[in-house]
């Protein structure tokens, strides 16, 4: 049988998703509980999550597209400058190493991606990106922080790339910029060819509802708004994803266990001889050299990490998640295990 979805990797710590591993927020399960029956039985209603995600991020509510996670935004964006545009050669722009709905989006909106590499130590490549620009250039694809690298974009790099693609909408992916990083977000007001993505799934742990944010001008987003089906996002996800804007507490909470659990996990990999790339992200990318026997050696352990070294530019890599200090002690435990283990003579 095909699997829809992502294989369950089995009972155990998931750290291989970057989801929350502390779950969400108490009140988003109480809200869930009181949906009553004709909740249920209409279509939902989007204006009151718009407004409340609007006021959040301090943008005019036009400026707000709620999407079915942000993997949604994503390949409507897609869909929106470049399908229904019959930009028919048209090309995306991707820095590598990146999310995979990137170039799965630009293949399923028949474009050509144009891969860009990193620079030494994942630095960002922003003159390469601009030199890689050309006519036929309709989308860039940044992310910030990085996925898997958890390296930022500098804000001022961002805002050139911006500038040398005016023609271009440029999504800025902002999956985990609560977790750390400068948001590009007061600056969109100067860039009407700039789509920001967010979501609920990593800060606030709704992976499993679904919502997803894109924010913007109308110029980039209102072709977007055109081609996004009306209810594209269920009504229990609204009710959770505004229970979860109320909760103002839990964020900072979170955030404070994923900074702690990063910090100790630098510390373990320094101790066990292992490289890995301070992350502004609530993971961290760590390389172990060969990783399938590594991600086996854990998974045994119960403990689920994401190899990445099927990218060109990770090898030997995996990304492990940061989230609450005792499933990052566990982890770390694991590691250790391991790590002696291959060691051994
Ligand atoms: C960089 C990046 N962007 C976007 C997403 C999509 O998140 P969602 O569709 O859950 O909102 C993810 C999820 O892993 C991600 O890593």
Partial sequence: MVIQGYPSPGDG??????????????????????????????????????????????????????????????LMAAVAHIAKARAHDAETII???AFDPYPNSTAAVGATAVWVPPGPDFAFPTQAVIDAVTPRTR???????NNPTGQLIAVTDLARICEAAPRAVV??????????????????????????????????????????????????????????LPFNINGAALTAMRAA???????????????ESRE????????????????????????VGETAPFVEALAARKIHVRDRSKDPTTPGCVRITAGIVAHTDAVIEALDEVVTMRQAP
């Fill in 13 to 74: 710590l998931r750290l291989h998703l970057n989801e929350n591993t502390g779950g969400c927020s108490s009140r988003v399960l109480e809200a869930i509980r009181n949906i009553g029956p004709s909740d249920v039985s209409t279509y939902p209603q989007y204006r009151e999550a718009v407004t409340a995600t609007a006021r959040h991020f301090g943008v005019d509510p036009d400026w707000v597209l709620l999407t079915n996670g942000l993997d949604e935004g994503i």
């Fill in 171 to 228: 999504l800025i992916d902002e999956a985990y910029i609560e977790f750390g990083g400068t948001t590009f977000l007061p600056h969109l007001s100067r860039y009407p060819n700039v789509l920001l993505g967010r979501t609920f799934s990593k800060a606030y742990g709704l992976a499993g509802m679904r919502v997803g944010v894109v924010i913007g001008q109308p110029w980039a987003l209102d072709p977007v708004r055109s081609v996004t």
């Fill in 95 to 97: 820095p590598r190493p």
């Fill in 245 to 259: 804007l109320e909760d103002t507490d839990f964020l900072p909470r979170y955030a404070a266990e994923v900074r």
């Fill in 264 to 287: 100790r996990l630098y510390t373990a990999c320094r101790r066990l001889g292992l490289q890995y790339w301070p992350s502004a992200a609530n993971y961290v990318m760590v390389r």
């Fill in 139 to 145: 989308m860039i694809f940044l992310n910030t922080p």
